[in-house]
């Protein structure tokens, strides 16, 4: 599960507010390398959720160097928009658990694929 | 690419070891998805660059596709764990490098050092997610740019078909494809005209049927479906 995945998911918990941000826990995480596309990259900034970006980034240790907000971005700063390419597109967390921070649920990642399912009792 | 290439790739993609008959899981044939793609890139221009979710992907047939014909980044979907482990194994194994190669015309004849990494590279573009499509809570916000999907037809549970459409609806911002039976076409412009949207069937298609599951008696069954568009409303 790579961070641009995690930004399009939210905690299926009923109990959950909307649009909750999924704390990472990785156990194992793997990085590679992906061709670096600026449009591409911009349309995505614009559409992620900034501080759930920066917090599992900081989450992965890949969390340096990005802007705080936004309006910080910028998109002609290439050294910048490599950064935050890297931390979106090119970590890969293969083992770990997405957390709900409301209700403590956890999510297992295995091979890299997050799984959100819900027990039949917490439907 | 032309559309002959394209199947040819798709030729390779594994299908469901044991297929569950409560998620109506057929594969999508590669002339199908095939078709399915090569419309949607070069009549609407939905593919390449774009991000993509295929909602209910199954063994990946239609997000391998979508990959291969360019798409930035590809998120397929599934409730079942088994399927999307068949998936990533395709993904792995897809050989991305020789369609490049067929591509540019015999231009890389010479052997190319980084072409055994090509594969890799086009790899870490599909990610895979297991999650129930009928729940609508996993989502976050709509940020995809096309949805494609061969939901199942609601012949199991019913109505799963139009709850596909409409949570790919929730997820794309310029368009949704999807496959059905043509003989649910009449329902479905009705259930269209309902939520007042646009939706064209861009094919009729026939999608063969193989004898999968104990209750089927023909070896064989094709049934006629339909490729269709939906537009996505402006917000």
Redesign the interface.
């Known amino acids: 599960?790579?961070l641009?995945?995690h930004?399009?998911?939210?905690?299926?918990?009923?109990e959950?507010s909307?649009?909750l941000h999924l704390k990472i826990e990785c156990e194992e995480k793997v990085e590679?390398?992906?061709?670096y596309?600026a449009?591409?990259l911009n349309?995505?900034i614009e559409?992620?959720?900034w501080n759930?970006f920066c917090a599992a980034a900081q989450s992965l240790d890949v969390g340096n160097g990005l802007p705080e907000s936004k309006e910080q971005v910028d998109s002609s700063n290439e050294e910048q928009m490599k950064k935050i390419h890297h931390a979106l597109?090119?970590v890969?967390v293969v083992k770990g658990s997405l957390v709900c921070t409301e209700t403590g649920r956890k999510f297992p990642i295995a091979?890299?694929?997050?799984?959100?399912?819900?027990n039949q009792d917490e439907? | 690419m032309k559309l002959k290439q394209l199947e040819m790739a798709l030729e390779d993609v594994d299908v469901f070891e044991k297929p569950k008959i409560h998620l109506e899981q057929y594969p999508t044939t590669p002339h199908l998805a095939a078709c399915f793609l090569y419309d949607a890139q070069n009549r609407f221009d939905d593919i390449e660059?774009k991000?993509v979710c295929d909602l209910g992907c199954g063994t990946g047939m239609l997000s391998i596709g979508a990959s291969i014909l360019g798409a930035?980044?590809v998120?397929g979907i599934d409730?079942d764990?088994d399927a999307?482990?068949i998936a990533?194994q395709n993904v792995g194994h897809i050989r991305f490098c020789t369609i490049e190669e067929t591509e540019t015309q015999g231009e890389k004849t010479e052997a190319d050092p980084s072409g055994s990494d090509a594969g890799?590279?086009e790899e870490?573009?599909i990610?895979?997610?297991?999650?129930?499509v009928e729940?609508r809570?996993?989502?976050?916000?709509a940020?995809?740019d096309t949805v494609i999907m061969n939901p199942p037809f609601g012949t199991r549970c019913k109505g799963m078909d139009i709850i596909f459409l409409l949570s790919g609806l929730c997820l794309a911002r310029r368009a949704v494809y999807s496959m059905h039976k043509t003989s649910t076409r009449e329902h479905l412009l009705k259930k269209a005209a309902q939520y007042g949207l646009q939706m064209e069937v861009l094919a009729q298609l026939k999608f063969d049927v193989p004898a999968m599951y104990d209750f089927h008696k023909k070896s064989n069954v094709v049934i006629e479906v339909d490729l269709i568009r939906i537009e996505v409303p402006p917000s």
């Open positions: 599960m790579i641009l995945t930004n399009m998911l939210a905690s299926p918990m009923k959950a909307k649009q590679k390398e992906q061709e596309n449009d591409f349309r995505m559409r992620i959720d759930s597109m090119e890969d091979a890299g694929i997050p799984n959100m399912l819900l439907l | 660059g991000m930035s980044y998120c409730v764990d999307l482990c990533a890799d590279e870490t573009r990610k895979m997610a297991t999650v129930a729940e809570r996993w989502r976050a916000r940020c995809y």
